[in-house]
């Protein structure tokens, strides 16, 4: 498989949702196969929270492949033989992108906590600026899932004409309390972390040290990106053999998962951009925080494919259900699909379950 590692540079103003601006950003972004002469085969495809621009392939010397391997690749269900494939770098995120640790244009110095609050709105629009610059001006698809997903939904609402089919899977039409309070936990954990130092943190100790703060946001988003079920299967109530059962800090293996998974983050993903990140999330509203979801569905042009995961505790499947509703009320059930995965890994699903719906989606990109 061809992949490129590439970065953009906008020497123009993004303008925000807020009424703020970026002067000026960068987009990294990752491309995979070969762009056709009409630039007919463009399929895009969006991260979640942790994820990146890497979404496939692997690179020499590198131990993991991209976060969605199992997806893209040449015969893999989007087929680089066939579609030339992006992923960019969220504006916000910690892989390259502009971000709060880049360099405000206006001061010389890092954003930090002066970086502006971005909506998903605001990352697809840098996104467009990105095709637009490539000169693309249309995909056979855009592909998400969880917060990719978010944003997929946005780019069917708010740039409707952009592709032919938008495929959102593990998300929801607006943050419901839930997610809203599981981030609540990270983002105080952050913030009353005295390593952290109001955002002012020198980012070579946390790469050495970590920051627990962080390490316990991520331990609940753990949870929720999991399920109960796998939880029993994997760990059950086995116990570390190495410590003692009437130790008070003696931890069952299901413990010392999390804290492997947990306390390794914060030397890979910066703690300013998982509080912007959060914040993101948190505001995320497909109604653009209207009364009704309906007057922003009403203008979906494309077709929107809907896949939910029966054990995902993050979005539940009837919130992505409400969407399918919705459609059918507003007479588009000819614009809408619906497929309920009988997942058994949570959330997490949609990344590491694909065999489960790959047929679907290939069956969809056939259209």
């Not at 494309?302 to 059918?328: N, R, T, V, Y």
Request: with cysteine; net charge negative.
């Amino acid at each position: 498989m061809k992949i490129e590692t590439k970065i953009e540079k906008f020497n123009e103003p993004l303008y925000l949702e807020s009424g703020r601006l970026l002067e000026e950003f960068e987009i990294v972004y990752e491309t995979y196969g070969t762009l056709n002469e009409d630039k007919s085969n463009v399929i895009i495809i969006c991260h979640a929270l942790s994820g990146s621009h890497h979404a496939a392939g692997r690179y020499e010397k590198e131990a993991k492949a991209g976060w969605w391997d199992k997806f893209i690749g040449d015969g893999k269900t989007i087929d680089t033989n066939k579609y030339f494939v992006i992923c960019s770098n969220n504006i916000g995120s910690s892989y390259g992108s502009t971000s709060p640790l880049s360099i405000n244009p206006s001061t010389k110095k890092e954003y930090r906590l002066k970086f502006p609050v971005l909506t998903i709105s605001d990352i697809v629009n840098a996104q467009m600026k990105l095709y637009k610059k490539l000169g693309i001006n249309n995909a056979v698809a855009v592909i998400g899932g969880s917060m990719g997903g978010m944003q997929t939904l946005c780019y069917a609402i708010e740039h409707p004409t952009f592709a032919k089919h938008y495929i959102a899977m593990a998300c929801t039409a607006y943050t419901r309390p839930w997610v809203i309070a599981l981030n609540k936990i990270g983002i105080e954990a952050i913030r009353h972390d005295k390593a952290f130092k109001n955002g002012e943190y020198d980012k070579e100790d946390l790469r050495a040290n970590g920051l627990v703060g962080l390490a316990i946001g991520r331990m609940a988003g753990l949870i929720a990106y999991l399920s109960p079920d796998l939880f029993n299967r994997k760990f059950s109530r086995d116990y570390v053999e190495t410590d003692g059962l009437y130790e008070l800090f003696g931890r069952f293996e299901i413990e010392k998962y999390l804290e492997h998974n947990s306390y390794s983050f914060p030397k890979f993903f910066d703690p300013l951009s998982y509080l912007y990140i959060c914040k993101t999330i948190n505001i995320f509203d497909a109604g653009r925080n209207k009364d009704s979801l309906e007057e922003s569905f009403t203008k979906i042009e494309g077709k929107l494919h809907l896949i939910a995961f029966k054990d995902d505790m993050l979005f539940f499947p009837e919130e992505m259900e409400q969407i399918k509703d919705i459609m059918i009320k507003i007479g588009k059930k000819e614009q809408v699909t619906f497929k309920l995965v009988d997942s058994s890994s949570g959330h997490d699903s949609f990344l590491v379950e694909v065999e489960k719906f790959e047929e679907h989606v290939k069956n969809v990109l056939k259209d």
